[in-house]
């Protein structure tokens, strides 16, 4: 087959997968991830089950460790990898197709470790911001993010992209009722404080020394109100009058932050 020919060929495999050329979506049950960090953190992943891997020769290449020799791997051309992913999405030549994780719940990740807080997330929706929030929460040894299921964005390439591989080493929990989840932490020993800008203590005043679990809320509208009051104490971050507020992703690391250095 001419270079040429092969190209075509290669283009139209592409485009028939299910979810169309370009979509970004991955075949029904599957979860499609890119980038090198993302995807070395799936292959890494035992829990992960994988389906198939689209790659430059240059993006094999940037993998830390070999794959096993009989790894499903269909080699493509950078311009052929973007039709298998969301619009200009940084794919680093590495495409990969794999089951998504399996679900974690509230008391597997309630361990009592003091130096390992919780970071409860209610209603932040934008997938850059769980991802980043993700990877702050593996740099800082975070136990789990919990989200609630309805109003959290799915486990997708974005995510995992933006979370720079701690997708497969963050536990990530999602609950039905967020109040609940907050008052099983409460029973575990946990001191719930929520991030609010109007409060009155700041973030360092309001740590204790043991157990935390840390709540914030969506960009603009904050905490709701149900949320809040399952908070133990409300701390603010002591930033300038000159800003309203952080963004969410932000405001997480600077939490994190603050209880590693307690």
Same mark, same amino acid.
């Given at each position: /087959?001419?270079?040429?020919?092969?190209?075509?060929?290669?283009?139209?495999? @592409?485009?028939? /997968?299910?979810?169309g050329r370009g979509s970004g979506r991955a075949s029904t049950g599957q979860v499609r991830l890119w980038g090198r960090h993302a995807v070395e953190a799936a292959l890494k992943n035992p829990a992960r089950? !994988?389906?198939k891997l689209w790659a430059t020769r240059e993006g094999v290449e940037s993998l830390d460790g070999e794959l096993p020799a009989d790894f499903p791997v269909e080699y493509a051309?950078?311009?052929?990898? #973007?039709? $298998?992913?969301?619009?200009? #999405?940084? !794919?680093?030549?590495?495409?990969l197709e794999c089951a998504p994780l399996e679900d974690v719940h509230l008391d597997e990740v309630l361990g009592g470790d003091p @130096?390992?807080?919780?970071?409860?997330?209610?209603?932040?929706?934008?997938?850059h911001n769980v991802g980043a929030i993700l990877r702050s929460a593996a740099a800082f040894d975070a136990c789990a993010i919990v989200t609630q299921d309805r109003h959290a964005p799915p486990e997708?390439?974005?995510?995992?992209?933006?979370?720079?591989?701690?997708?497969e080493v963050v536990?990530?929990?999602?609950?039905?009722?967020?109040?609940? @989840? $907050?008052?099983s932490a409460a029973e575990a020993g946990y001191w719930r404080i929520g991030l609010a800008g109007e409060a009155d203590a700041s973030l360092a005043e309001a740590l204790p020394a043991g157990l935390v679990a840390l709540v914030l809320g969506a960009e603009g509208e904050g905490m709701r109100h149900n949320i809040g009051a399952h908070c133990d104490a409300l701390a603010r971050l002591p930033i300038s009058e000159r800003m309203e507020s952080l963004n969410v992703s932000n405001a997480a690391a600077i939490a994190l932050y603050a209880v590693a250095t307690r």
């Open positions: /087959m001419a270079k040429g020919d092969r190209k075509r060929a290669l283009r139209g495999r @592409a485009g028939r /997968m299910q979810g089950s !994988h389906r051309d950078v311009s052929d990898l #973007a039709r $298998l992913v969301a619009r200009d #999405a940084p !794919h680093q030549g590495l495409v @130096a390992r807080p919780l970071v409860v997330l209610d209603q932040v929706t934008d997938p997708s390439g974005v995510v995992a992209k933006s979370a720079s591989g701690a997708l536990p990530w929990v999602r609950v039905v009722n967020l109040a609940r @989840a $907050l008052e």
